[in-house]
C-alpha cells in the first residue's frame, strides 16, 4: 500500500535560517506531488506542484523553493527563514492521470515556527 | 483559472443536529470538486468527490454533497452530526488539464453536546 513521510513534524527555527523539509511517498511511482502551507484563516495555499522529477511549478511567489531530486522524494527549501514563513506545511501526493480525476494523499504536517 | 470559496469559516451546532457547509467554485470549464477532512494537528482525507454523473455524491462517515452547475455549489450536509465530527473542512476544486488542487479557506465544524 502507499504511505507517505513527512518529517519533521514540529520545527522551531531562528529568523534567517535555513530551512529543509523533506517527503517521502512509498508504493506509487511517477505521483503528482504538492507542497501546500496552512495558516489561520488562509485555508490551504498550493505552494508547489511536480508532475516528475527536476519539474517543479511554483504558484506563489515567496521565500520558499521546492526541489524533487527522486521520483518520490519531495523537498522544501528556504535560505533564511521569515517570520511570515511560520504555518503548517502539508505534503501530498496523488496519482497522475492529467485530467483533475484524481485524489490526494496528505503527510501528517510539519508545523513551523519562526522565532 | 479554478477557485473555491467557503463563506463560513465556522460552524458550532449542536449533537444529532443537521449540518450543512457551503462551497461555491469558479472555473470557466468543467471541474471535479472534493470535499476533505483535517482533524487536529494531521493531515487532510478525504470525504467525497464529484467527478461526473448523479449530482448527489455519498462519502465517508455519513456525509453527502449536491453538485449544482447552475448555483456553481457543493455543498456538504450530513442529517445528524456526531462529537466526533468536529474537525476542519475544506472544499476544492481540481484542474481538468492537470492535477493541481485549490482549496477553499476552510470551515471549522463544533459540534457541542
Known amino acids: 500500500s502507499q504511505t507517505i513521510h513527512q518529517w519533521p513534524a514540529t520545527l522551531v527555527q531562528p529568523v534567517g535560517s535555513p530551512l529543509s523539509l523533506e517527503c517521502t511517498v512509498e508504493?506509487?511511482?511517477?505521483?503528482?506531488l504538492y507542497w501546500y502551507r496552512q495558516a489561520a484563516g488562509r485555508g490551504l495555499q498550493l505552494l508547489f506542484y511536480s508532475v516528475g522529477i527536476g519539474q517543479i511549478s511554483s504558484e506563489v511567489p515567496q521565500n520558499l523553493s521546492a526541489s524533487r531530486p527522486q521520483d518520490r522524494q519531495f523537498i522544501l527549501s528556504s535560505k533564511k527563514l521569515l517570520l511570515s514563513d511560520s504555518g503548517f506545511y502539508l505534503c501530498a501526493w496523488s496519482v497522475k492521470s492529467g485530467s483533475g480525476d484524481t485524489e490526494a494523499f496528505f503527510g501528517q504536517g510539519t508545523r513551523l515556527t519562526v522565532v | 483559472a479554478q477557485s473555491v470559496t467557503q463563506l463560513d469559516s465556522q460552524v458550532p451546532v449542536f449533537e444529532e443536529a443537521p449540518v450543512e457547509l457551503r462551497c461555491n467554485y469558479s472555473s470557466s470549464v468543467s471541474v471535479y470538486l472534493f470535499w476533505y477532512v483535517q482533524y487536529p494537528n494531521q493531515g487532510l482525507q478525504l470525504l467525497l468527490k464529484?467527478?461526473?454523473?448523479?449530482?448527489l455524491v455519498k462519502g465517508i462517515n455519513g456525509f453527502e454533497a449536491e453538485f449544482n452547475k447552475s448555483q456553481t455549489s457543493f455543498h456538504l450536509r450530513k442529517p445528524s452530526v456526531h462529537i466526533s465530527d468536529t474537525a476542519e473542512y475544506f472544499c476544492?476544486?481540481?484542474?481538468?488539464?492537470?492535477?493541481?488542487?485549490?482549496f477553499g479557506t476552510g470551515t471549522r465544524l463544533q459540534v457541542f453536546p
Open positions: 476544492a476544486v481540481s484542474d481538468p488539464n492537470t492535477d493541481k488542487l485549490i
Open positions: 464529484y467527478l461526473s454523473g448523479s449530482t
Open positions: 508504493g506509487t511511482s511517477n505521483p503528482n
